[in-house]
């Protein structure tokens, strides 16, 4: 088995890692090309903007309404999850998230777990856990097989090899699967894949899979889908262990449909996804089929700071489509591995602070030119641009008891701050003003000549020889 | 304290800023057009099609020798088929006979888990309904259909009765009442399983069924 020996890797290196991949051609072709696919088929599910903004409202109001409910719904979900058959867990931290899921698999003896695509998973790294505590941890979604097989980590939330070119996973296979001859056609590759994972889920003693939405008032766990794996790990193993972040909760049945709508047209431009599952209960007396214990582990891990605060709230309405990365000018140059998280791109910019720090992750919400498009495509509305600006105040301004956020006065610096503090009284006071932009054009001759990141690429900033009120009084 | 009454406590600790409830109904009311059964019937073809699924119009009279074409063309001699129900009962009546060779799912799968991943070819499985705007089927897979039917066997049949098609996925759960009381599983499916994981190169057969083939029932043709 494969392990991943990569680990979160926040703030420092990030521009470094930013810069080789500007650097790339391929790279950067290969993001290029994905993300104007993906733009081009969300536009062609889209064609009237009436049914669409109406559409992104109602989502906006369902995950609002629903996060307004979240304790009481969680209970709800626990209660009937629970009259259902299947055994629900909590975890605070990732560390007791793995710890659970480690012990259900250790009760069984459980050697080999096939997971279907799960970014939860991922953020709370369970495959070294699994690795650690000497269980397979094998991915089935063919992206993320060959992300694992690459020992690499998801570069898009949704299409986790986007990275990669034929050609490359062609030779990863060729290497590593036995047997196996090089071809980079993509239908034989995907066959590859699929006879490799087959014998796979046969063996497999347990299923692992992520939630796409829990409904509270039936239950059921949802799965969003087209390759079929999640199924296949949902009910060919004797156990299945979901796992969701404690926000990716409706009330009622109802609410799915247009959430379901509005993401997989955002995600992938498909009208529908291939398979939509709906899990309510382990397998009943009778059936054939289904594994005899489902469980569900409920990971807070940040998530109920963002909720403290009616603002930071917002970032919790997300259904993980991909489409404010698709859209992000910015991870279209950086792709998703050089911001170092387990979520990259703007959704990666407002979730990661939470369960990650401020601290760890003080870069992150400073990389965007604020040009809008996230906020604009999200189909639940979040203003990402403005929880930008909120994560750079919460970062810049100076420590204080209390704060909203882990890690909050993480990037203040002393001497920035005073400098503005001066530029506020400056332009606070008419007559401080005169007198400093006097002194400005009378002493423009002693600016320096290089002025720090600045003057790299412009001339460098002097004060004009005639003030303004200087010219319009002569002219007068 | 346990993990979760810390969490429901920071979660109550916090201001819950309750928000009107949505009316999903309106929504729907005022952006999905409720359509004549032929006008879904249509729509439902064009949506699955185009997902690459496979579509035959058959009546009660004549879809058993329409299954037997399918098979013959896919050069398929074998078929998993529930034989506890009619359509089930009715092929294991008929296909044997004509060289079809039908296998039942008459154990709980551990009993022939290898079997089912290596030597069943195809299955066939009724839907319980359709839905027009998505072109998608709605399985609810129970006792006698069991859930791995429609997801090991290489080749899914279906069949489904025309007179079953829902305008919306949200009319169909409203018109089911599904929120009182859902299976252990059910599925919306619409189309062969896919992928486009490498290089957004769309391929067909990633995990699940690589064809799936409708037999669209209707008194007519
Ligand atoms: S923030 Fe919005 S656009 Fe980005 S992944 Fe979440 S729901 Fe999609």
């Known amino acids: 088995m494969n392990a991943q020996p990569i680990h979160f890797k926040p703030t420092e290196g990030f521009r470094a890692r930013s810069k080789a991949v500007v650097d790339n051609p391929f790279l950067r072709q290969s993001f290029r090309g994905a993300m104007d696919f993906l733009m081009s088929k969300r536009a062609a599910q889209f064609p009237d903007s009436e049914e669409l903004e109406s559409l992104r409202l109602l989502g906006e109001q369902i995950r609002q309404y629903n996060l307004g409910k979240l304790p009481e719904l969680l209970v709800r979900l626990e209660e009937n999850l629970t009259r259902n058959g299947v055994q629900v867990h909590w975890a605070e931290t990732p560390d007791e998230a793995n710890a659970i899921i480690l012990g259900i698999c250790q009760k069984h003896s459980a050697k080999l777990m096939v997971k279907g695509k799960s970014m939860v998973s991922e953020e709370i790294e369970l495959n070294h856990a699994a690795e650690a505590a000497g269980i397979g941890a094998l991915e089935s979604d063919m992206g993320e097989y060959i992300v694992q097989l690459a020992h690499e980590k998801p570069s898009h939330i949704i299409m986790p090899a986007i990275h990669k070119t034929k050609e490359e996973i062609a030779r990863l296979f060729a290497e590593n699967v036995p047997g196996v001859e090089y071809t980079d056609n993509v239908d034989a590759l995907i066959q590859i894949g699929r006879n490799v994972l087959r014998q796979k889920f046969l063996e497999a003693d347990i299923g692992l899979s992520g939630v796409n939405f829990a409904v509270a008032e039936t239950g059921t766990l949802c799965l969003v889908e087209n390759e079929g794996n999640g199924r296949m790990c949902t009910t060919a193993p004797p156990v299945h262990i979901a796992i969701t972040g404690i926000e990716k909760i409706v009330e009622k049945l109802e609410h799915v449909p247009p959430l379901l709508s509005l993401l997989t047209r955002s995600a992938t431009g498909q009208n529908i996804s291939t398979y939509f599952n709906m899990i309510s209960s382990p397998r009943k007396p009778g059936e054939k089929d289904g594994p005899a214990e489902v469980h569900l582990v409920l990971l807070d891990n940040g998530r109920s700071q963002a909720y403290a605060d009616e603002q930071l709230r917002k970032t919790l309405q997300c259904i993980r489509c991909g489409a404010c990365m698709n859209h992000c000018p910015v991870y279209t140059r950086i792709g998703g591995h050089a911001y170092g998280t387990t979520y990259p791109g703007p959704i990666g910019k407002i979730i990661s602070p939470h369960m990650l720090g401020l601290d760890a992750t003080a870069n992150m919400a400073t990389a965007s030119s604020l040009c809008g498009a996230c906020g604009e495509v999200c189909p639940v509305r979040i203003p990402i641009p403005e929880l930008l600006i909120r994560l750079r105040e919460e970062s810049a301004s100076a420590p204080h008891a209390n704060p909203s956020m882990r890690g909050q006065g993480a990037g203040h610096d002393g001497l920035t701050s005073a400098i503005w503090r001066a530029w506020a009284a400056v332009y606070s006071s008419p007559a401080l003003y005169r007198t400093v932009s006097w002194l400005g054009s009378r002493l423009r001759g002693l600016t320096p000549r290089r002025q720090a990141g600045w003057t790299s690429v412009r001339t460098p900033i002097q004060p004009a020889p005639k003030r303004l009120r200087d010219m319009i009084k002569e002219r007068n | ?221």
Not at chain 2, 92 to 108: H, I, K, R
């Open chain 2, 1 to 221: 304290m346990s993990a979760r009454d810390r969490i429901l406590a920071k979660l109550k600790a916090a201001p819950l800023l309750p928000k009107a409830e949505p009316d999903v109904a309106a929504w729907f009311a005022g952006h999905r057009p409720v359509e004549s059964n032929d006008q879904k019937v249509e729509r439902f073809r064009r949506c699955i099609e185009l997902a690459h699924a496979e579509v035959h119009a058959v009546t009660p009279a004549n879809w058993l020798a329409k299954l037997r074409e399918v098979l013959a063309s896919k050069q398929i001699d074998r078929l998993l088929v529930a034989e506890g129900t009619p359509h089930g009962a009715a092929a294991l009546d008929t296909l044997p006979v004509q060289g079809v060779e039908c296998s039942t799912y008459d154990m709980p799968i551990e009993a022939w888990k290898t079997e089912m991943f290596t030597a069943t070819p195809a299955s066939l499985t009724a839907a319980r309904a359709a839905i027009a705007e998505t072109g998608t089927l709605i399985l609810w897979p129970d006792a006698d259909e069991p859930r791995l039917m429609s997801l090991v066997p290489p080749v899914h049949i279906v069949l489904l009765d025309r007179t079953r098609l829902y305008n919306t996925f949200f009319e169909a759960m409203q018109t089911e009442g599904w929120k009182d009381g859902l299976p252990t599983n059910s599925l919306l499916v619409s189309g062969p399983s896919k992928t486009a994981d490498i290089q957004q190169t769309l391929a067909y057969g990633a995990h699940g069924p690589k064809e799936l083939v409708v037999l669209l029932l209707g008194d007519e043709q």
